[in-house]
C-alpha cells in the first residue's frame, strides 16, 4: 500500500542566529510548476533579503534544492535533509535569510538552515494520505444496522449515504484493509456482496 505524508497549509517557523535571522516557510505543493511559482513569490516578497534557499520534495519522484548563493552544502542540502527526516511529500520550503552583519561559517550556516526548516515542520498541520478504495455498497434496509455496526472496525471513511429503494453506502477504506471486509461482508451475506470499487485514490483518515 502507498502512503505519503504532507501538510495541510502553508507555514512558517524562524530563529535569530548571531543577528541574522532565518524564516522559513512550508508549504503544499504537488508539481514542480507550483514550488517554482511558490520560490519566485517567496522572493519577490523578501527581495531585500541576502538569501532565500529552498529546497522540495514531491511525490512524482522530483527533489530538488538551492543554495541560492550560500556556501556550496550549506543551505539547500540542510532543509533537504530536514525534509526528508521527516519523511515529508508534496511539500515546499524557501528559508530567508536577512544578514545580521557577523558571518557565520560553513557550520554555522547549516544549523541555522536546519533549524528554521524544522521549526516550520513543528509548526505544520500534518497530514497522513493512504492509497484507498472508494467503495459503493447496495444492501437492503434489513441488513443495514449489522453493516453500519461492522464498518467502523475497518477504519473506513464515510463518503455519504443514500436511502432509496434500497440502501446505497459511499465510503473509502484502506486498500490493504479491503480484503478482510469483503471477507467479512461475504460472510455476513452468505455470498459475495456487491461491493463496487469506484476508484482508487488518496484519502486522509482521522
Known sequence: MIEYTT????????????RSEFIAQLFPAETEDECREIIEAVKAKHHKARHNVWAY???????????????????????LN??????????????????????????????????SAAESVKNANLL??????RIRYVIDYTDYGKVSYLLPEYGIA?????????VTLLFDIRTDRYPALEARLTELSGGRPALDILETHFVSFP
Open 128 to 133: 497522513h494520505y493512504c492509497e484507498a478504495h
Open 82 to 115: 530536514v525534509l526528508q527526516k521527516t519523511a515529508l511529500s508534496d511539500v515546499c520550503c524557501v528559508v530567508t535569510r536577512y544578514f545580521g552583519g557577523v558571518l557565520l561559517g560553513a557550520p554555522g550556516l547549516t544549523r541555522a538552515y536546519s533549524s
Open 7 to 18: 501538510i495541510a497549509a502553508p507555514c512558517e517557523g524562524s530563529i535569530t542566529e548571531k
Open 158 to 166: 464515510d463518503a455519504g449515504s443514500d436511502f432509496g429503494e434500497k
Open 57 to 79: 520534495i514531491l511525490r512524482s519522484g522530483a527533489v530538488r534544492y538551492s543554495d541560492d548563493g550560500e556556501p556550496q552544502g550549506t543551505g539547500g542540502i540542510p532543509v
